[in-house]
């Protein structure tokens, strides 16, 4: 009988502790799936919110590039004052006259908060809008990504001033592209493509150059040079008949096809009718005067 008592003594106290076991492992096991449950919960909401964010952000994107009306513009997840500061820009972007205050609007979304900033500075997407103002406006690309605010707007002004001031023959389409702004400077000293072309002797670029409706036979580099300015000073410094020969048919289209300025003053008061007084070519002179007394009725 004693013994059959420990015996079941011993039974019981197995049971309990293996029920024990049994129920601290049940336990852990609720744990671990609430836990789970709980990860499930969270990634679930960041899901949400990731698609709320993506549904705002491609709301701005649109209205910018003239794809949607502002209104309706309900976003719950967002703070109301960060909602009116965007509406208010946006209300500014679409009711712009001009590019100075489109593009300003754009600055100020772009710093609204890290999703803005993000999209505004997106590439493919500043190309985009980029493309989309300038027809819209009516003025040159560059113009507009020199006026936004933004890294990829730099990035994409760059690009054009490379490709305008080192471009390819078998680029020269570029050149003759009245929505490229040739007159950009393209180098610390303020040259255009022209000078440049014009320093280097590149006939091709010069005449396609010629071929731009909008190409700004006067401007000036920072010396106050113009393209007649720097044809001229080259022939002066220039003793190769070759060479000479070019110069000085690249001076007569510019005075007599391209009516460039003959007053225009550099910084040292010079203007090309200083520096025609230099020249000792006679018969080059006097197809310069018989062009001036044309004009002049002479």
């Known amino acids: 009988m004693k013994k059959f008592q420990q015996y079941l003594i011993l039974v019981i106290t197995f049971a309990i502790f293996t029920g024990t076991i049994v129920g601290m492992e049940d336990e852990r096991q609720q744990r671990r799936e609430k836990k789970q449950d709980k990860g499930k919960g969270k990634e679930k909401d960041k899901g949400k919110k990731k698609s709320l964010k993506k549904r705002f952000v491609q709301k701005?994107?649109?209205?910018?590039?003239?794809?949607?009306?502002?209104?309706?513009?309900?976003?719950?997840?967002?703070?109301?004052?960060?909602?009116?500061?965007?509406i208010h820009q946006l209300t500014l972007f679409t009711s712009s006259n001009d590019i100075f205050t489109a593009t300003q609007s754009i600055n100020a979304l772009s710093l609204v908060n890290t999703d803005l900033y993000a999209l505004f500075s997106d590439y493919n997407f500043i190309v985009e809008l980029i493309d989309t103002l300038a027809l819209n406006f009516g003025v040159w690309k560059e113009t507009v990504a020199?006026?936004?605010a933004t890294p990829a707007a730099k990035q994409y002004l760059q690009e054009r001033l490379t490709i305008i001031g080192t471009t390819e023959e078998k680029d020269l389409f570029l050149l003759r592209d009245d929505s490229v702004n040739i007159n950009i400077p393209v180098d610390d000293n303020g040259n255009t493509t022209l000078m440049l072309s014009i320093q280097s002797l590149n006939k091709f670029k010069i005449k396609a150059l010629f071929d731009n409706k909008r190409l700004n036979i006067n401007k000036q580099n920072k010396e106050g040079n113009t393209a007649l300015h720097l044809v001229l000073l080259k022939i002066l410094e220039t003793t190769d008949n070759d060479q000479l020969k070019l110069l000085k048919h690249i001076a007569l289209d510019l005075i007599r096809i391209k009516h460039a300025s003959l007053k225009i003053k550099n910084n040292d008061g010079s203007s090309p009718n200083n520096l025609l007084a230099l020249i000792t070519d006679e018969d080059f002179l006097n197809k310069i005067k018989r062009y001036i007394f044309k004009q002049q009725g002479i």
Do not use: C, D, R
């Open 146 to 148: 020199s006026m936004l």
């Open 60 to 86: 701005v994107k649109k209205v910018v590039l003239g794809k949607a009306p502002i209104e309706p513009f309900n976003f719950p997840e967002l703070p109301k004052e960060l909602q009116y500061s965007i």
